[in-house]
């Protein structure tokens, strides 16, 4: 979904573009990945590779930058572990991963061991997405996250 810049009304999509936040020697950019719920993962490769090497060669079109509608930034790759993301208007949701830190948790029996943690925070726009929602979203993503093989279901 977004909303119009007058605030004046919502637009559901029915496309997916992910906008991936880029640092690059000529500052962020926030390219996008269009269509991706029609895009296999190595389709969404090479398309990442794609905008990588044009964003490092300041070389993105117009397309490549507009047109998202939920945007991700790792803040981990330059060391943070939160963040306050800022949403990039007229997009409604934008998520930003922290660096993974191995930190001690403990098991079943109350044992102490280490295990790789990493924050992710999100920023929403209150008038399409609620709270709740937000953190259900989290939640799967964090399911994923911690077993890659269940997204084998969901893969085209």
Not at 15 to 44: C, F, R
Not at 58 to 74: E, H, P
Not at 104 to 116: T, W
């Amino acid at each position: 979904a977004v909303v119009s810049t007058q605030s004046t009304g919502i637009t559901y999509k029915a496309s997916h573009n992910i906008g991936i936040a880029t640092d690059t020697p000529h500052g962020l950019m926030v390219p996008n990945i269009k269509n991706v719920q029609n895009l296999s993962i190595l389709d969404i490769a090479g398309e990442l590779d794609r905008l990588k090497t044009l964003s490092e060669n300041n070389k993105l079109s117009t397309d490549d930058v507009t047109g998202g509608t939920f945007s991700l930034s790792n803040v981990g790759a330059v060391g943070g572990t939160y963040a306050s993301p800022m949403l990039v208007v007229p997009e409604v949701c934008i998520g930003a991963f922290g660096k993974i830190q191995t930190r001690p948790a403990f098991d079943r029996n109350g044992e102490v061991y280490a295990s790789n943690t990493m924050c992710v925070s999100w920023s929403g726009d209150h008038r399409v997405l609620d709270g709740a929602t937000v953190a259900r979203y989290s939640n799967t993503l964090k399911s994923f996250l911690e077993d890659p093989s269940l997204l084998l279901f969901y893969l085209k």
